[in-house]
């Protein structure tokens, strides 16, 4: 079997290792792996944006069945011209990557669907978007619309901080994706993130996870693209992720479906349990970094077998994922200066990490005297451990380990786990 994976962050090499376990007899290509993957794969060098020449690539070379990681060839079609070619592909279409590619269309899905989500109102005009911030009261969250990397939503306490953000995005900060911003109160609650793979209408729900955004431990200071997370999360009861598919991934995937954009791939819902119940921060309509890396390592079916159904269209039938009953935490190191200007060509040194961790490559390279940072996050820990203290511990004791100059990570992914537990102790 002959699998594409598009895409070389830390998200794309946890797929390579879990799709790899699944099929050891597998060829695996990857586009321009980072320097983790670059021994674990053949790598083709055409860049993911690369839509028409990648998708000819994999037609010519007989391509079984192409992964798609990132969110931007998605959104830029690169599953559509996959299948225009014969090439079966996992990944939506530039149609239903919409959930994702544009926070006003899926803020305007949910509406239509009756799923739960922020209130919140669409502008383009600065002057017109002041206006309404200045009528709300408590705190907003301003976000671009289009895709930014993880980093497009600003949290403002105030409303001449909103207004600041709202002038900032339509003003250029991050670009053509600021072009429209979404301006939507503040929901208070915690955060559970929820891969749901799907076909269409039908779909199989994988182990929660809990992403960790924020930079600074106890999540202050600017967002990230994400700096840990674990898994399983001990709010997730099997009620409450009934209430998730009955209220929130059915009738969005249906809407999609209505729509003329049925879904097919990765849908991750981004949630808020807040008192009212789980409400969506975000849709994303790929896998999530890093909690794919925390997810996976816990999967001990074949994540292959429900690609190759969704992919197949031919439905997921009854094939019920199952996890082992472990815990799995990852630490997420980055470059000196990240989420900022950071560092890069700095040599990175990994020592001998222990059973049970799991080291996923992102922002690493292969220079003349070995591996060197070439990204802002550059490598992500993953520890599996019967227990999630000892999940975190073993995390933490190698992101300790491994050096490069400038390393920072958070000592303190899962803290509102932690703090559950001691208090179910007590």
Not at 23 to 40: D, K, L
Not at 192 to 202: H, W, Y
Not at 362 to 367: E, K, L, Q, R, Y
Not at 393 to 401: E, K, L, M, W, Y
């Given at each position: 079997m002959r699998i594409l994976i598009v895409g070389s962050g830390g998200r794309e090499h946890a797929l390579l290792w879990k799709l790899r376990r699944d099929?050891?007899?597998?060829?695996?290509?990857?586009?321009?792996?980072?320097?983790?993957?670059?021994?674990?794969c053949t790598p083709v060098d055409i860049d993911p944006g690369e839509a028409e020449q990648l998708s000819a690539w994999a037609r010519k070379r007989r391509i079984d069945l192409a992964v798609i990681g990132p969110e931007g060839p998605l959104a830029a079609g690169l599953a559509d011209r996959m299948a225009e070619g014969g090439v079966p592909v996992f990944g939506p279409t530039a149609a239903a990557a919409r959930i994702e590619s544009s926070k006003a269309f899926a803020k305007e899905l949910m509406a239509g669907a009756d799923v739960p989500t922020a209130a919140c109102e669409v502008h383009t005009d600065p002057d017109r978007a002041a206006a309404y911030i200045e009528a709300q009261s408590g705190p907003l969250v301003v976000k671009a619309s289009g895709l930014a990397a993880g980093k497009g939503a600003i949290v403002c306490d105030t409303r001449s901080q909103a207004a600041q953000a709202a002038r900032e995005i339509l003003g250029g900060a991050f670009g053509a994706a600021g072009r429209r911003i979404v301006i939507e109160e503040f929901m208070e609650g915690e955060e559970?993130?929820?891969?749901?793979?799907?076909?269409?209408?039908?779909y199989v729900t994988l182990l929660p996870s809990q992403d960790h955004k924020r930079v600074g431990e106890g999540d202050t200071g600017p967002n990230t693209g994400g700096m840990g997370a674990y898994a399983p999360v001990g709010l997730a009861t099997a009620?409450?992720?009934?209430?998730?598919?009955?209220?929130?991934v059915a009738p969005t995937l249906r809407a999609l479906a209505e729509a003329g954009a049925p879904f097919r791939g990765l849908l991750y819902a981004g949630l808020m349990i807040t008192a009212e119940g789980p409400k969506v921060v975000e849709f994303n309509c790929?896998?999530?970094?890093?909690?794919?890396?925390?997810?996976?390592p816990l999967l001990s079916s074949s994540l292959l077998d429900l690609m190759i159904a969704a992919a197949s269209g031919n439905g997921l039938g009854r094939q019920a994922p199952t996890f082992a009953r472990a815990a799995a935490v990852t630490t997420?190191?980055?470059?000196?200066?990240?989420?900022?200007?950071?560092?890069?060509?700095?040599?990175?040194?990994?020592p001998p990490l222990g059973e049970g961790v799991h080291l996923f490559h992102?922002?690493?390279?292969?220079?003349p005297s070995g591996l060197v940072t070439s990204g802002g996050r550059v490598l992500?820990?993953?520890?599996?451990a019967p227990d999630f203290a000892k999940a975190r511990?073993?995390?933490?004791?190698?992101?300790?380990?491994i050096s490069f100059a400038g390393k920072h990570f958070r000592s303190d992914i899962g803290w509102r786990e932690e703090r559950r537990r001691r208090q179910i102790r007590q």
């Open positions: 099929a050891p007899e597998a060829t695996f290509h990857v586009t321009r792996p980072n320097g983790g993957m670059a021994g674990e559970l993130s929820v891969f749901c793979i799907a076909d269409g209408e039908e009620a409450l992720l009934d209430e998730v598919g009955e209220r929130i790929r896998f999530g970094d890093p909690e794919t890396q925390a997810v996976l997420v190191l980055a470059a000196s200066g990240y989420p900022g200007p950071y560092r890069k060509g700095d040599p990175v040194e990994i992102a922002g690493s390279a292969t220079g992500a820990v993953s520890a599996v511990s073993a995390s933490v004791a190698a992101a300790d380990a």
